[in-house]
């Protein structure tokens, strides 16, 4: 059995990116760009390394805190099932982040914006939706990918459309066999909403090996 979380720095991060999106922007101001979005901090200044120190700790205010998380509900179902829960293996994978790295020779920064670190030998967490399959891999170091492969399914429909579109029957129908709060606020979790894990999966054939494939027993939605 494995115990399968999600979360990440949440609010903190957004509110460390829109300070320094705002001192990019004000740096970029004489510097004509395609767009604003395009405003940068450059390195080795006391901007840019202002904003690495605070995104490195966001990055580890997200790991410490699926930490917790999993301290939490490895607790929680020792107390449920009235036995101790012995772990064998704990997988803490990051996505959406940043890291100084080594690629073809060259130090760079790579950002992996829905994808996790797939160097050759590394546990990783592919997640489907709550009702598909979701994955434990190793990756295979694929250079090409800057040993990189997806962190998941990702979403065809925003939660606003998926909650326009999809509705409760269709919800329940979907999750049948699988434990949930059978409320209106897991609509926008349904699995119509996220594309096909399976065709994500396979694209990701030569970046990662699948070890194990999870099926739900029972999904919590925090809020």
């Not at 609010?11 to 999106?21: E, F, L, Y």
């Not at 598909?132 to 090409?144: C, E, L, Q, R």
């Not at 269709?170 to 209106?184: H, K, S």
Request: overall charge negative; aromatic content about 8%.
């Amino acid at each position: 059995m494995w115990l399968f979380l999600h979360s990440g720095s949440r609010g903190v991060g957004n509110k460390i990116a829109q300070r320094h999106t705002a001192v990019a922007r004000e740096n970029c101001a004489g510097v004509e760009l395609p767009d604003r979005d395009l405003a940068y901090l450059t390195e080795d200044t006391d901007e840019f390394w202002a904003y690495i120190r605070e995104l490195r700790w966001a990055q580890h205010y997200a790991l410490r805190g699926r930490e917790e998380m999993m301290d939490r509900v490895v607790r929680q179902t020792a107390e449920f099932v009235g036995a101790d829960v012995v772990e064998q293996e704990r997988v803490n994978c990051h996505h959406n982040y940043t890291a100084q790295e080594t690629h073809f020779g060259e130090q760079v920064w790579v950002s992996r914006k829905g994808a996790i670190d797939a160097s050759t030998g590394r546990a990783g967490l592919i997640p489907g939706s709550m009702g598909t399959a979701s994955y434990v891999v190793t990756g295979k170091g694929d250079a090409m990918s800057l040993t990189s492969a997806p962190h998941g399914a990702g979403r065809a429909y925003s939660r606003t459309k998926a909650r326009a579109t999809f509705t409760h029957d269709q919800l329940r129908a979907a999750m049948a066999g699988i434990e949930y709060r059978d409320t209106d606020a897991f609509l926008d979790e349904i699995p119509a909403a996220y594309k096909d894990v399976d065709v994500v999966m396979a694209d990701a054939a030569d970046l990662v090996e699948v070890r194990h494939t999870l099926r739900q027993v029972v999904n919590v939605k925090g809020t």
